[in-house]
């Protein structure tokens, strides 16, 4: 099985190529334009930008002036010549004329548009490739740019270019712009009626503030609502068609403070969002952690994401968004499946392992510190059993149903020692090893010790016995014995064996005594019988003799390849 790190790294990979791959095919455009019109709503208004203003042909100027639209081409002449008079830097007149109207107007108009600051508008191109315009204007040398805007999907207006069609655009030609320039965002500067504007009546009659015109590019347009010249734009509500070019005026004043991000940022965010959660999983830790740590992870992502995003766009750089966040979901479920799927299920069936050597509680202390069972000292007691007569018994009663009693004593004793927090080192034919104290440390290792020990005196053996006699496995009152021994002090525990083959050990002096105390039955003659020896080691750990109610000193005792005798407690 691959390791964690390894899964990890495919997974983000993965996670990435997907989010990328959805993102070529342009199905996430949209999603992503409507981001960036968020991003608009958050920034909020700038302010009237200082470099434009609008003349507004309104409900009001309509009103006004007693007339309907189109007004005569006169009175647009006038207000030509009012704006460059009032000290206008380049007036940007976004009115069709492509229609002769009376001859006197047109000339008027003419006349006035001839001045080189300025611009006319219109939106329509000619099969000659020429934006449409009335001839006797083109004759009089009037510059015109087009004055629509490319058309998002979702049929809003976000972008302009120096050119369109060839022909350049009424912004490029009023803030001489270059009509060369790629296409760009607007940088609007706030929703409708967030540029300065002032009433087409209120030029006319010089009711006005100079200071609207003087040295700024103004732009001439309707904004009546009858005259229907209104679009999306990215602040969710609609603008005059004037106003959103008096906005990318504006940009190409500020030499287009609205960027989008170089296409190897978009690369290394997605790539990045798409390892974010996975990396996380493949930190240190157990299953469960790792689950943890990647929803967190993800959750944390997306708000780096989009405040980043957010401050990036504030800067001027409009960071992709969308196709991140999609690596950085596909990410996250991606790494939350992988360790559901491979870790926990593992750790689930490591549990049950566990269960079999450990008590429930420390199987779980166990998995949830996911460090290695390494080699290590400790202080602790260690336990061994064994049956008497049962080697006897197993001559008798062939393979089959001596299988079937040593697993029936096996279950007892094992369950005697998870009970009290034990550990089931190994079996060993009739015989069982038992560690308290580790891997994980009790302070009161000793109690516990020594009440499984009496539990496997007083319980386990009794219903042994009964259970071997109802099963006709025993001989008329013949019964099995049991012979227990206990020691405490330090020794090594932790796993032992080679690459193929492992399993955990409690080694040291202390785990030798226990052994030949387990077999002192055998060798002491003592009335009645005893069953459970303890060294004084054990006794001490107990609390001393007051704490060993049922423990009874019965003296120095040489052991089998010890020098020294040892201290000997018995147990009634």
Request: aromatic residues 6%; charged residues 20%; proline residues 6%.
């Amino acid at each position: 099985m691959l390791s964690r790190p390894v899964r990890a790294l495919i997974t983000g990979l993965l996670a990435a190529a997907l989010a990328a791959g959805i993102a070529w095919t342009g199905a996430l455009q949209q999603l992503e334009s409507a981001s960036v019109d968020e991003r608009f709503r958050v920034r909020g208004s700038q302010g009237p930008p200082a470099g434009v203003s609008i003349v507004e042909i309104d409900d009001d100027a309509i009103r006004d002036l007693g007339i309907r639209f189109p007004f005569p081409r006169r009175l647009h002449a006038q207000a030509i010549d009012a704006l460059l008079a009032a000290g206008a830097r380049a007036v940007a007149y976004d009115v069709q004329f492509t229609e002769a109207s009376d001859p006197a107007d047109d000339a008027a108009l003419a006349r006035a548009a001839a001045d080189p600051r300025v611009v006319l508008g219109t939106s329509e191109i000619g099969l000659d490739g020429r934006a449409r315009i009335l001839p006797r204007l083109r004759q009089a040398g009037a510059r015109v740019g087009v004055a629509f805007f490319p058309v998002d999907t979702d049929g809003t207006w976000r972008r302009f270019a120096g050119s369109n069609h060839g022909v350049p655009h009424l912004s490029a030609l009023a803030a001489d712009g270059s009509p060369d320039a790629p296409e760009r965002p607007i940088d609007f500067a706030g929703p409708q009626d967030t540029v300065a504007h002032l009433s087409f009546s209120d030029l006319l009659d010089g009711r006005f503030d100079r200071d609207l015109v003087r040295g700024r590019i103004v732009l001439v347009g309707a904004t009546a609502p009858s005259l229907l010249d209104f679009h999306p734009t990215p602040y969710g509500h609609e603008m005059s068609g004037v106003e959103i070019n008096a906005n990318a005026v504006q940009t190409i004043l500020d030499g287009y403070p609205l960027r989008d991000a170089p296409p190897a940022v978009a690369v290394l965010l997605v790539l990045a969002c798409g390892l974010l959660a996975p990396l996380a999983t493949a930190l240190p830790g157990s299953p469960s952690r790792a689950l943890v740590r990647a929803f967190a992870v993800g959750a944390s992502g997306v708000v780096v994401l989009l405040g980043g995003a957010q401050l990036a766009f504030d800067g001027g750089a409009i960071v992709p968004l969308v196709a991140p966040l999609l690596a950085l979901l596909f990410g996250t479920a991606g790494a939350v499946a992988l360790t559901y799927a491979v870790e926990l299920r593992a750790q689930r069936r490591l549990r049950v392992e566990l269960e079999r050597f450990v008590a429930p509680a420390v199987a779980t202390e166990l998995l949830a510190r996911d460090e290695p069972l390494e080699s290590r000292r400790v202080v602790g007691t260690v336990l061994f059993c064994d049956l008497r007569g049962f080697t006897t018994l197993s001559e008798r009663l062939g393979a089959e149903r001596t299988i079937a009693l040593l697993n029936r004593y096996l279950e007892l004793v094992t369950a005697a020692v998870l009970d009290r927090g034990g550990t089931v080192v190994s079996y060993q034919g009739d015989g069982v090893m038992a560690v308290f104290g580790a891997p994980l440390p009790l302070a009161d290792h000793a109690a516990r010790a020594v009440a499984a020990g009496f539990a496997l005196v007083d319980d386990v053996l009794p219903a042994l016995n009964r259970w071997a006699s109802e099963r006709g496995l025993l001989e008329q009152d013949a019964l099995l014995g049991i012979g227990v021994g206990l020691n405490s002090g330090e020794l090594m525990a932790g796993v032992i064996g080679s690459e193929r083959r492992v399993e955990y050990a409690a080694i040291g002096d202390v785990t030798n005594v226990a052994a030949r105390l387990q077999a002192l039955g055998r060798e002491l003659a003592l009335e009645p019988p005893a069953r459970l020896f303890a060294a004084e080691a054990t006794v001490k750990a107990l609390g001393g003799a007051e704490a060993a109610e049922r423990l009874e000193r019965h003296g120095e005792v040489g052991l089998k390849g010890r020098r020294v005798p040892v201290a000997v407690w018995v147990g009634r």
